[in-house]
Every structure is written in structure tokens, then in C-alpha cells.
């Protein structure tokens, strides 16, 4: 199930430009994850921020998190067309049995 | 990281036939894998979650006896849609991970199934 919503639910920029995405969640986290899907293909994880930090960097990714807001943002500084996928927040359910994925976000990167 | 392969990448089945998929954890003892289905431009739905040596969890509303899953070791689990139909048509994909400490999970590269 999802419990997570995402928007903009499709995004299109220019390369060089900046991209950001927002996850917002509905219960409480020990992390939340994000993903990424080129068109076709599985997922791979590209960064998680546990509940008590704020804020989390690797390479071009930002990653910030609200817990008060439970509000997550991925940021993709300088795209580029290799940039275009699917963008995927995600949470481990209370129980810790399950990861459920918000709606996702599709970004494409025009060179 | 753990590797996973999945296959086939892409089947075309005839309706009423039956079509298995395969899960492979190539460097990782995985008493957990999960299924997933993603229809077009939507995000991913947990159909179940594939415990070794025993019977797969379903989430509410997927059909056990329709989607079997076999998890007989730590390293395959399968799942075999039964009975295909068009609606049955979508992408599969299986992951790996720890249940211990909600670490993010690795995916096979999914199954396109297209039931004609």
C-alpha cells in the first residue's frame, strides 16, 4: 500500500537545472529512503535519512527531512539527461515488515 | 551490496497459461524477499512478502492461489502467476533486504508480463 504521496508527480527541466521532488508521509519513521527507476527496470537505492537528522548529502543529492511537517525533499543539483527517471520516496511500515513507496515522481532532463 | 537477479526480463503468455518468475539473491542469505507489482506509470504495490521455509505473507486483496510463491531456499524465491489473464499483465519485481534494521532493499530488475 502507499502511504506516501509525492509531487510534482512529473517534472521536466532543462539540463543544468536544479530538481526537486517532495515525499510527505502520514505515521511515523525510523528513516525514509529514496529510490530511483529508470524506465523499465528495477529500483536503486539512492540515499536514506534516519528520523534525527535533517539533512543528508551524496554528491549531486540533498536530501532534508521534516519530521514535524513529515515531509521529505530530494534535490538533484546541476541535472543531467542520465538524470531522467523515476524518483521514489519510501518508508518501513510500523510493524518493520514492509517497505511502502510513495507515487513517485517522474523527471525527465532535456539535454 | 547485495546483487539480485531476476528472470525472465520479459515474457508474452497466452491467457489461461501459467508463467514463473525467479528471484535470485546472488550474494546474500535472504530469508525475506518481497514481490512487487508497478502497473504503467504508478508506483509500486507489496503483493507479498516470501519468508524461507514457510508460506508467503499476501497483502489484502492478491490472491494467494492465483500468485504461488515458493521460497524453498535462501537464496530463490519464485512466483508463479496461475491462470494469467490480460489484467494480470504488469511489471514484476522482487527485492532483498534485512528486516532487522530497515535498511533499504535491493530489486531485481523486474519481469514485463504481457498476457495476450
Known amino acids: 500500500s502507499q502511504q506516501g504521496e509525492e509531487d510534482p508527480q512529473a517534472l521536466s527541466i532543462q539540463e543544468g537545472e536544479n530538481a526537486t521532488m517532495n515525499c510527505s508521509y502520514k505515521?511515523?519513521?525510523?528513516?525514509l529512503q529514496w529510490y530511483r527507476q529508470n524506465s523499465g527496470r528495477g529500483l536503486v537505492h539512492l540515499i536514506l535519512i534516519r528520523s534525527n537528522e535533517r539533512e543528508k548529502h551524496s554528491g549531486r543529492l540533498r536530501v532534508t527531512l521534516d519530521t514535524s511537517k513529515k515531509s521529505s525533499s530530494l534535490l538533484i543539483t546541476a541535472s543531467r539527461a542520465a538524470d531522467t527517471a523515476s524518483y521514489f520516496c519510501?518508508?518501513?511500515?510500523?510493524?518493520?515488515?514492509?517497505?511502502?513507496f510513495g507515487g513517485g515522481t517522474r523527471l525527465m532532463v532535456k539535454p | 551490496g547485495a546483487v539480485v537477479s531476476q528472470h525472465p526480463s520479459r515474457v508474452i503468455c497466452k491467457s489461461g497459461t501459467s508463467v514463473k518468475i525467479e528471484c535470485r539473491s546472488l550474494?546474500?542469505?535472504?530469508?525475506?524477499m518481497f514481490w512487487y507489482r508497478q502497473f504503467p506509470k504508478q508506483s509500486l504495490m507489496l503483493m507479498a512478502t516470501s519468508n524461507e521455509g514457510s508460506k508467503a505473507t499476501y497483502e489484502q486483496g492478491v490472491e494467494k492461489d492465483k500468485f504461488l510463491i515458493n521460497h524453498a531456499s535462501l537464496t530463490l524465491s519464485t512466483l508463479t502467476v496461475t491462470s494469467a489473464h490480460p489484467e494480470d499483465s504488469s511489471f514484476y519485481i522482487c527485492?532483498?533486504?534485512?528486516?532487522?534494521?530497515?535498511?533499504?532493499?535491493?530489486f531485481g530488475n523486474g519481469t514485463r508480463l504481457t498476457v495476450t
Open positions: 550474494d546474500f542469505q535472504a530469508t525475506t
Open positions: 519510501a518508508r518501513w511500515g510500523n510493524a518493520g515488515n514492509m517497505l511502502t
Open positions: 505515521t511515523s519513521i525510523n528513516n
Open positions: 527485492s532483498v533486504g534485512h528486516l532487522t534494521d530497515n535498511s533499504p532493499l535491493h
